[in-house]
């Protein structure tokens, strides 16, 4: 076996397709999107370049074939708020050979290592948390858009590295016929009653206002996190801009008490019903076939990418408020069936007691994993800072 840093069109051509290989004989795999893979290596378009460093390979069989890939990165700025130095291995896919996936491994904590990095998380992104994070340990069915999907063998291989359950994100899903609208209306009656709490769906004519307002609710509800990056306004019109067309203004809700942006609850369409007929590619001709399924053979799946209110307005009753919100607008749109509510952490409890207070069923569970690389550090489970 040979591994190859990845450094030219040949290698990123190998790193984009082998998934192929792993997943030739599984009817559930969506190939992710090409383009959002190469926007995360992409130091014209990852701003986490500004801080932070990634790395690529791909590992060769003897016969040249590709059997593997995974990546490396450290965020720099992450680490300056941290006592623990972390590093993140993710993108990781390698056929069922234990020696294979081990030499993959091994490149990502040697690079990591070697600048000085306490410990080892995976697999995650080299950006924010609502994509490519996360090994599918549970419901391995319609992955959704962004969404790490894995074989269940893979969960063998971090074992057996070494790696520690860090936490558990969970995927919930909640149907108009078993949302439980009743349990909860007075309560949402009750916020939206009162004259100092609005709810407003996203206004694309105003995306400036609102991308100010997501980063004024996400990094005052996101501080308590370890590795916390504050996002900037001009990060959020970039990711609002690439996920244009699979996001429905009505099914974004912004909450604001006084005026004050006060939280937010947005979810987009589960685009994969779609990009399963496009094969992770954006050429012109599926373009054409993507805006046909987009706008003639609509989703019926919503998926919520992110929910967040500030501290100070938390348990008051905006959470309850904006999940009824989306809940009237599905019931206004023939199309919509249900919707996932994902990446709620098991550190989270209060979360995901809502959840199951409204009716949600957990259909998914990734986990996030640590490997320890210096012995001086102690292994603990993630919890929120206080």
């Known amino acids: 076996m040979k591994l190859i840093q990845v450094r030219n069109k040949v290698t990123e051509r190998d790193f984009l397709d082998l998934p192929e290989i792993i997943y030739k004989d599984d009817a559930q795999w969506v190939r992710h999107l090409d383009r959002d893979i190469k926007m995360v290596f ?3 378009q990852n701003g986490y370049f500004k801080h932070g460093e990634a790395i690529r390979w791909v590992l060769y069989n003897d016969y040249k074939k590709p059997i593997g890939r995974v990546a490396a990165f450290i965020d720099h700025e992450a680490n300056i708020r941290t006592e623990t130095k972390a590093g993140g291995m993710g993108f990781f896919e390698c056929i069922n ?12 904590s040697e690079w990591l290592r070697k600048k000085d990095i306490q410990v080892m998380d995976g697999p995650v992104n080299f950006g924010e948390r609502d994509r490519f994070w996360g090994l599918m340990i549970e419901g391995f069915k319609n992955p959704s858009y962004l969404e790490n999907y894995n074989p269940p063998y893979y969960l063998g291989f971090f074992e057996a590295y070494g790696f520690q359950k860090f936490f558990e994100q969970t995927t919930s899903e909640v149907t108009k016929s078993g949302f439980k609208y009743e349990r909860f209306k007075r309560i949402a009656e009750r916020v939206k009653a009162n004259p100092d709490v609005q709810f407003k769906s996203l206004n694309i004519e105003q995306s400036d206002i609102f991308a100010e307002d997501f980063c004024s609710i996400y990094n005052a509800a996101w501080e308590r996190h370890e590795n916390f990056n504050p996002l900037s306004s001009a990060a959020v019109k970039g990711i609002m801009h690439q996920m244009r067309h699979v996001v429905i203004p009505e099914f974004v809700c912004f909450a604001y008490v006084k005026n004050e942006p006060a939280g937010f ?10 990009f399963k007929h496009l094969n992770g590619k954006l050429h012109w001709l599926n373009k054409l076939r993507f805006l046909f399924y987009r706008y003639f053979q609509k989703p019926t799946r919503l998926k919520g990418i992110v929910f967040g209110v500030k501290p100070p307005f938390q348990n ?3 959470e309850t408020g904006m999940i009824m919100h989306i809940y009237e607008e599905m019931l206004k749109n023939p199309d919509v069936e249900n919707f996932e509510l994902a990446w709620v952490g098991d550190f989270n409890p209060k979360m995901q007691s809502l959840l199951q207070a409204l009716g949600c069923r957990t259909i998914k569970v990734h986990a996030t994993y640590r490997k320890l690389l210096s012995g001086d550090i102690e292994f603990k489970r993630y919890r929120l800072k206080k």
């Open 42 to 44: 992409n130091r014209e």
């Open 97 to 108: 050979d234990k020696d294979a996936a081990f030499k993959l491994f091994d490149a990502c």
């Open 316 to 318: 008051q009753g905006i």
């Open 265 to 274: 609850f947005v979810n987009i369409l589960e685009a994969n019903e779609i």
